[in-house]
Nanobody, 115 residues
């Protein structure tokens, strides 16, 4: 069965960095776009970043452009979100996601940015 397992969240001060990881299994990982979403308290879940199957293209929401990068290792079935210069407004639960016949989600990892 499809599984997405995130790791790497934590508590960080403004200006700090975190690297989120997502381990994927149960599907042909190399054939699918992978996404990172986040959901802050009281807000809707939003798409943060996407990477195409062969890493040919990436997408970032405006609020993270220039601060976040996304990469994948198809051999390891891993996708990463490098988050630099973190801001308090980046505080959220971050979810790994992919769309097969339906959407699949990981359990989420909490990122808290506070001084």
């Amino acid at each position: 069965q499809v599984q997405l397992v995130e790791s790497g969240g934590g508590l960080v001060q403004p200006g700090g960095s975190l690297r989120l990881s997502c381990a994927a299994s149960g599907f042909t990982f190399s054939g699918y776009t992978m996404n990172w979403y986040r959901q802050a308290p009281g807000k809707e879940r939003e798409l943060v970043a996407s990477i195409s199957s062969a890493s040919a293209s990436t997408y970032f929401t405006d609020s993270v452009k220039g601060r976040f990068t996304m990469s994948r290792d198809n051999a390891k079935r891993m996708v990463y979100l490098q988050m630099n210069n973190l801001k308090p407004e980046d505080t959220a639960v971050y979810y790994c996601n992919t769309q097969l016949l339906r959407q699949y989600w990981g359990q989420g990892t909490q990122v808290t940015v506070t001084s």
